[in-house]
């Protein structure tokens, strides 16, 4: 149980033993001022306004039913109710160290494991990944990482767009080009960027290639043999390019996460008929909506779902919920994450609310949008090139580590060329990432390389930094492993803020993936590095008598186990030495 839990379940029983109602929340929480102690209690004042109290009284009862055991060295009331709870020093350190004699840090795996699927990344594969691609990837990767550590069932779902109109005119160019002689196309679809546009223009241009593009369209979907056939080289060339932005990006998703749209074209009849079957469709000038009552405006309009055009054509929302019921349904999903733009928020609502109405998804399975903002250039703008388009990630990429490569090798001239190249790599691949996953995932941000590889700050590099700078402490006192008979004493001041930030790697894990927030692990990271800079400020390690000296010591290895292992949840590397 994570020492919050622990609180919680005490602070739960003691309301219940005041006569508070039972589903009266406790709401603990880490203190947020140190003057108030370590954890701090919030129920108190709602349960006394379903009891009639006065807040003070019930606390006054709830502080006496309240049993601590050795656990709490203070219980204050402070406010208009709020419980304050201080641990002790010396349970402290016996808890911590059962934490840090732990492999996993205290983390126990989840006692009921979920199956999660998440649904992330997820890029179109006519073009090229771009910037705005990051986001998802980052943070639905960083998430997966973090439910698989915590125990649960997870599986990747890389919903890619791989059907759609556009793909008629983009293998007519391919065959196009095949047909004038032009053998190895690899060469052709180096840069589908480039490949795309050359598509578009000749389709503006020349009305014959516009109607083949056209025409190809019909028989891909009808299944032709030779449409699918370039389709698949196309396909199978955009997926070596989104493998290798994974592969330099270090993204867990691998070909066999890929359940792209197409993957659910033989179930989208079906989905028309079972729609029909729940009485839920209507038709609207030909074409087969779903109209739902919550879905209506301030006018008193419905905003219908299409799901099937007039010519019989289905829609990106039709796939969805093929893809829903695919989850819930086949893969039995407990919880369904949809890493996905904000801007396709209504859109997911509306998926989410006719699966229900039609039976795709049960009650008991969660289908959780966790909507992000946009990546903004300098000032706010849109972030794109000084040509005006979009911003390639893997552009971006190199740039990172082109100019980690420079601030490198201006701090530490005298590292080997080769252990610069390696720290460039992991520093500035590290800060794209940890800049994008430490703020609130729903806001937009702007894209600003000084901020996210500034040395100091809630940055990737201050936390590799940190993590290198404990491991140096070990370097400088040749100290390969520790007394395994080392007991933690905690005792100085700056010595118990760093251990109860160490005591809390496991809530904090829980609580990212309960919301499905990574920057809640990225602020943990950066206040436990900031509790070691402090502690290391005032507490001589290597110089300290022992006991303290092996105690402080077991303080730094956990502090770098924790950095390492963290950074290493988010997707982020560490270096002994930067
Ligand atoms: N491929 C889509 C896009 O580029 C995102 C897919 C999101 N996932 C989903 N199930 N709709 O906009």
């Not at 010519?311 to 819930?328: F, I, N, P, S």
Request: glycine share 8%.
């Amino acid at each position: 149980m994570t020492l919050r839990n622990m609180l919680e379940t005490r602070l739960a029983q003691a309301l219940q033993a005041a006569g508070a109602p039972p589903d009266a929340p406790p709401m603990l929480g880490p203190a947020t001022r140190p003057e108030f102690g370590d954890y701090q209690g919030n129920g108190v004042m709602g349960a006394a306004k379903k009891m009639g109290l006065k807040p003070r009284q019930l606390a006054e009862q709830v502080k006496a039913a309240l049993d601590l055991g050795d656990i709490a060295e203070r219980v204050e009331i402070a406010g208009p109710g709020f419980i304050n709870i201080t641990l002790k020093n010396e349970w402290l350190s016996a808890y911590l160290g059962q934490v840090l004699a732990d492999g996993r840090l205290g983390v126990a795996p989840a006692a009921a494991p979920q199956t999660v699927v998440v649904d992330y990344s997820h890029p179109n594969l006519a073009k090229e990944m771009h910037v705005g691609h990051l986001r998802s990837t980052a943070i639905g990767d960083a998430l997966v990482r973090i439910l698989e550590f915590l125990g649960h069932r997870v599986i990747r779902h890389n919903h890619v767009g791989d059907w759609g109109t556009q793909f008629g005119m983009l293998i007519a160019y391919l065959d196009h080009l095949g047909r004038e002689g032009g053998a190895d196309l690899s060469g052709e679809l180096a840069d589908l960027e480039e490949f795309y546009r050359a598509a578009k223009q000749r389709f503006d241009e020349d009305e014959d290639f516009a109607r083949t593009a056209r025409e190809y369209v019909v028989r891909l979907q009808g299944g032709d043999a030779h449409c699918r056939q370039v389709w698949q080289r196309f396909i199978d060339e955009s997926l070596r390019h989104c493998e290798q932005v994974y592969a330099r990006l270090g993204i867990t998703l691998k070909r066999e996460d890929v359940r792209a749209e197409s993957a659910y074209n033989d179930d989208l009849p079906q989905v028309i008929a079972d729609l029909q079957a729940k009485g839920l469709l209507r038709e609207s000038q030909g074409a087969r909506c779903v109209f739902l009552e919550e879905f209506k405006n301030k006018e008193g309009e419905i905003t219908p779902v299409l799901v099937q055009k007039s010519d019989g054509a289905y829609l990106y929302a039709t796939t969805d919920l093929a893809a829903v019921r695919y989850r819930a349904v086949e893969l039995k999903a407990d919880r369904v994450l949809y890493i996905v733009d904000a801007r396709q928020s209504f859109h997911l609502r509306q998926i989410f609310a006719v699966a229900r109405a039609a039976g795709f998804a049960p009650a008991h399975c969660a289908l959780e949008h966790h909507p992000f903002g946009t990546i903004l250039g300098k000032g706010g703008k849109p972030f794109r090139t000084r040509e005006g388009g979009v911003v390639k990630l893997m552009a971006v990429l190199e740039e990172a580590e082109e100019r980690a490569l420079a601030l490198v090798s201006e701090k530490s001239p005298e590292l080997p060329e080769a252990e610069r190249r390696h720290i460039a790599r992991v520093v500035g691949i590290g800060s794209v990432k940890y800049a994008d996953l430490s703020l609130n995932r729903t806001t937009d941000y702007i894209f600003d390389w000084d901020k996210m590889l500034a040395l100091d700050g809630n940055t990737a590099p201050y936390l590799q930094y940190s993590y290198a700078r404990v491991q140096s402490i070990f370097r400088k006192g040749e100290l390969e492993t520790l007394d395994p008979q080392a007991r933690l004493l905690i005792a100085e001041p700056a010595e118990k803020p760093l251990a109860l930030k160490l005591a809390q790697f496991a809530e904090t894990l829980e609580g990212v993936a309960r919301e499905c927030l990574p920057n809640l692990l990225c602020n943990y990271l950066y206040e436990l590095a900031e509790a070691f800079m402090r502690f290391y400020e005032s507490c001589p390690v290597l110089k300290a008598q022992e006991p303290t000296r092996s105690s402080r010591l077991l303080l730094c290895q956990g502090t770098a186990r924790t950095i390492r292992t963290g950074l290493g949840l988010l997707g982020i590397e560490t270096v002994e030495r930067m």
